[in-house]
């Protein structure tokens, strides 16, 4: 089963022996090199620093019983040090010495050996604790890559922004011109044109706005503005702004009656809404049906968006709210969300002290609903 | 501020949005001058001193908040208004910024703008 040292271990750091005791050093230095790995020796623990601080070795096989510096010792100085704290220590002790084994993990050894060796037992130590500590730097060297991905994501993301932003401000703005000026001399048809065109450039900036929220929201970066308001109010607006998108669908409120007050920031629950209604939208057919429905309960308040679209497999229900969920359905050809929207709306529900979910059968509709507290936060 | 129409200078490296904003805003009876190059946008003001300035953030060599410390710096331009304009906020985040100066995003809301002129010409 003997496995020989791999190109690393004879061309790496090494190992690094340290022992008071000649006769020992050369025992365990000559049955390790016999297998590959290349070692080093220090015959006190002053000079074990030292040769760690010249060249950091890979392991250290440190024998507890030394004059002057004890094991322990030398081992609380590698662990104050920032740059040799992750060389791997094993302690070596002999049988009949009395080695503290609890001292010897609490000053940070990663394991222990003891005289007299046992050529395979200490092979098997010394490679377990070299592979991990490889693995241990290369997780660390991945995750260092993947952070510098993650900013330079973000980055990407704010540039895209900004360049999608300008040309759509440029196309609203100019629709806006259009449709202030020349609405009278417009054919009514032509009039209809461009307010959908309008209409479609603000839920494209809605879109946008959503991945900038999601990444503030991520970065703690958003505060809500709380204030008294009534979800009714605010849903009517939102359906008031659907109208020039809706087509022939059927898009109604069913409200129990008066107004429902809570406390909330009232433009992002108008924005969570729109989202919610905008995405039925988007997945119901040109002769579809969309009703939303505010039910007071208790101490809380349902809020439903409803529709007779195509419904949505219950292996995505789960993750259509994920950042990256869609990207899942999208693989397969099939989209059940657009953007970050829903993304959006779980973040600002739940920054909310609220809850939201999906329900969803496939071929009979969806009904994507929110829960929200009654009473203050 | 002048007697006759309130002037506008936009300062913005899109010479598009620039002429779109324009448009829009001579239709709402405003004199309007655009600058899409940011270095010169302290020099154009001081040809055609105007009562305020609608300038985007983000653009390049200089950005929209070194475009204003300039104007500070010149006792001409002192006093002019800034209205921000930033396609890295939400319209949440319209109003006042922290340094009291009013930021729109964009896509720009036309009426919104048109408000937030009024008021600066008003407060100057």
């Known amino acids: 089963m003997r496995k020989p040292a791999t190109e690393a271990d004879q061309e790496g750091p090494g190992i690094l022996i340290v022992d008071d005791a000649p006769a020992n050093v050369r025992l365990l230095a000559d049955m390790l090199k016999d297998r590959g790995y290349k070692i080093r020796v220090a015959l006190s623990g002053e000079r074990a620093l030292q040769a760690a601080h010249n060249h950091p070795p890979s392991l250290i096989l440190l024998d507890v019983n030394m004059p002057e510096m004890n094991g322990y010792e030398v081992c609380g100085q590698l662990k104050a040090d920032a740059e040799l704290r992750d060389i791997p220590v094993i302690f070596i002790s002999a049988m009949h010495e009395t080695m503290d084994k609890v001292k010897a993990f609490g000053v940070g050894g990663v394991d222990y050996i003891t005289k007299p060796f046992q050529v395979e037992e200490v092979e098997a130590r010394v490679r377990t604790h070299l592979e991990l500590h490889r693995q241990r730097h290369e997780l660390r060297r991945s995750y260092a890559r993947l952070r510098e991905l993650e900013n330079l994501r973000d980055t990407l993301v704010h540039m895209i922004i900004h360049d999608l932003r300008n040309p759509l401000s440029v196309i609203h703005g100019n629709l806006g011109v259009v449709l202030e000026s020349e609405a009278l001399a417009l054919a009514p048809k032509n009039r209809k044109f461009l307010e959908t065109a309008l209409a479609v450039s603000s839920s494209l900036a809605e879109m946008i706005s959503s991945i900038l929220d999601v990444n503030r929201m991520e970065a703690g970066a958003m505060k809500l503005n709380l204030g008294r308001c009534d979800l009714v109010a605010v849903a009517a607006r939102v359906l008031a702004g659907a109208e020039a998108i809706r087509g022939r669908r059927n898009l109604a409120m069913e409200a129990s009656g008066g107004p429902v007050e809570v406390v909330a920031d009232a433009d992002i629950l108008f924005r969570v809404i729109q989202n919610l209604v905008d995405n039925a939208l988007k997945f119901t057919p040109a002769d579809g049906w969309i009703r939303l429905a505010i039910t007071p309960d208790g101490d809380h308040v349902h809020v439903a968006v409803k529709d007779n679209g195509p419904g949505i497999p219950e292996a995505y229900q789960r993750m259509i709210f994920d950042k990256f969920g869609q990207v899942a359905g999208f693989e397969h050809q099939q989209k059940y969300a657009t953007g970050l929207g829903l993304t959006f709306c779980k973040m600002a529900v739940e920054a909310h002290g609220g809850r939201i979910g999906v329900e969803s059968r496939e071929g009979l509709g969806s009904s994507f609903w929110f829960d929200l507290p009654l009473k203050g936060m | ?124």
């Open chain 2, 1 to 124: 501020m002048s007697t006759l129409s309130p002037k506008v200078m936009l300062v913005d490296d899109d010479e598009l949005h620039n002429e779109m904003l324009k448009t829009a805003l001579e239709r709402r009876g405003f004199v309007v001058c655009t600058e899409s190059n940011a270095t010169n946008a302290l020099k154009t003001a001081l040809g055609f001193k105007p009562d305020v300035v609608v300038c985007d953030i983000a653009m390049p060599g200089k950005s929209g908040r070194n475009v204003m410390q300039e104007f500070k710096a010149h006792r001409t331009t002192r006093d002019t208004p800034f209205i921000f304009l930033s396609s890295l906020v939400v319209k949440r985040e319209e109003g006042k910024s922290a340094d009291q100066h009013l930021m729109l995003a964009k896509p720009i809301d036309i009426i919104q703008l048109e408000q937030y002129i009024r008021e600066c010409l008003k407060s100057d």
